[in-house]
């Protein structure tokens, strides 16, 4: 399945598929992966960018790929076809079908079959998805026809949540883009409010420098948020293009105090148990892939033994996963975004996953030494004035749970061994100093003053 994850051969593999499942007539031109998981079985999810050979029409389609072992296959494949037949009926064969490659013990079927996201194939559906529109926030889509409707979806967490963008077109050239996030259960209501609040809070501030994405509409049955699509450049995408400065690693740490001292209030909290407990379920993805060896269990026993009579220094509003993908920036202001992790929680968790990440951006793409130093101390600098003081014990803990995450994710990634070794190693370095060392920064080898 590793192989399968390069998406060279993911689409070789499937060119070799689908043909033959709808009789030769359509090609995948591209594909992306969405997601990849360990559990219960390993499947990988894809979005496919497919061409018709007769038409030479285009069009988008999620698809998966699971594996299963002996006569698992059969059964799996068997209930598959049963929730198939449920679903309401479609224009193309390429929306109901239940492959099978013996050889390498695989099944091949059109989307995800999610029950916690039920509504995900009507939602990746663009005339679906617009007669929705039209139904539940009519306002919204008023005067935009299904003809020029696309889907693209950004990000999928199977069983957990779903995000799409949505752009819809006139005759005229015009265009309107939002956002539609897809949760389980009752969290899309919870993200839904929390995202009016947090943006309720931004304008507020009146500073105008930060805000926050407006919710526009959720759609009940749907578990969906529809909310405002953000122009311009996430953190990261700058630092690839080299276009990141000391300027915008401070305005990451400005808006991030703003919203440690909003005392938005969640009904959600996060503290060392939890952030322990995420660890666990990492490391049970790694090990049901095979993929795990002594040194993973070793180094997660070494944080938790870290994590013995620790305590949060203070619970405040934190975002929960924020890095450098978590921030638009247009110039003049910066946005954060995916809010529906918020929780109540110690602002060291904030704190160390961003520098956490920063030292992986130094790994991933050798981000010159110096430049990683002064971005890390920008945000430092920013975050001193505008947030109380950090905790160094708990900012050490946090940035050990951020790498050994990390590492847990880029070892179920093809090619991704190296710099998981890396990551864990830099875990079991954070954890193995003296509790009363300042907190080590990657790129630089030095203790820092927090």
């Not at 995800?112 to 039920?118: E, G, Q």
């Not at 897809?182 to 501030?205: C, N």
């Not at 946005?335 to 992986?360: K, Q, R, W, Y």
């Not at 830099?426 to 009363?436: E, G, S, W």
Request: glycine share 6%; proline share 4%; aromatic share 8%.
């Amino acid at each position: 399945m590793i192989d399968l994850l390069e998406t060279e051969r993911a689409q070789a593999f499937l060119n070799q598929k689908v043909p033959a499942i709808i009789a030769g007539q359509i090609d995948v031109h591209a594909l992306s992966v969405l997601a990849a998981t360990a559990r219960p079985s390993l499947y990988v999810h894809y979005a496919l960018d497919l061409v018709d050979r007769l038409s030479g029409q285009r069009r988008k389609q999620l698809l998966t790929i699971e594996r299963f072992a002996g006569a698992d296959l059969d059964s799996a494949a068997f209930r598959l076809e049963q929730q198939i037949e449920k679903l309401p009926p479609k224009d193309t064969d390429l929306t109901k079908f239940v492959a099978k490659d013996l050889d390498r013990e695989l099944l091949i079927y059109p989307f995800p079959l999610d029950a916690k996201l039920y509504c995900l194939p009507l939602a990746a559906d663009p005339q679906a998805s617009l007669e929705k529109l039209r139904v539940d926030c009519p306002e919204l889509v008023d005067g935009f026809p299904g003809s020029h409707a696309s889907v693209h979806v950004l990000r999928y967490v199977p069983g957990r949540r779903c995000q799409l963008r949505y752009v819809l077109g006139r005759d005229d050239s015009t265009s309107l883009t939002f956002l539609g996030k897809i949760f389980r259960g009752d969290r899309g209501q919870q993200a839904f409010d929390l995202l009016e609040k947090v943006a309720r809070f931004y304008t507020s501030s009146g500073e105008g420098q930060f805000f926050a994405p407006k919710p526009l509409a959720y759609l009940s049955d749907w578990k969906m948020v529809i909310q405002e699509h953000i122009d311009g450049a996430t953190l990261n995408q700058m630092v690839r293009t080299g276009l990141a400065g000391n300027r915008q690693f401070s305005a990451a740490a400005g808006c991030i105090a703003r919203l440690h001292n909003s005392k938005i209030e969640v009904n959600r909290y996060h503290g060392i148990g939890d952030e322990l407990e995420i660890l666990e379920k990492s490391l049970a993805g790694v090990d049901e892939a095979g993929l795990s060896d002594h040194s993973f269990s070793l180094t997660l026993d070494k944080i938790q033994e870290f994590a013995v009579g620790l305590t949060p220094s203070r619970f405040v509003t934190v975002h929960r996963d924020f890095y450098d993908k978590q921030l638009i920036m247009d110039g003049q202001r910066t946005a954060l975004i995916d809010l529906d992790t918020l929780s109540m929680g110690c602002p060291e968790i904030d704190v160390a996953n961003f520098l956490a990440h920063l030292d992986l951006r130094y790994l991933q793409r050798g981000t010159e030494r110096h430049r990683s130093v002064e971005w890390r101390d920008a945000f430092l600098a920013e975050y001193r004035v505008h947030g109380k003081p950090l905790n160094s014990v708990l900012v050490t803990f946090f940035t050990a749970t951020t790498y050994f995450r990390l590492a847990c994710r880029y070892r179920l990634i093809s090619r991704g061994e190296a710099l998981a070794r890396t990551l864990l190693r830099l875990a079991d370095l954070q954890v193995n100093r003296n509790l009363d060392a300042e907190w080590v920064h990657v790129a630089s080898g030095k203790a820092v003053i927090l």
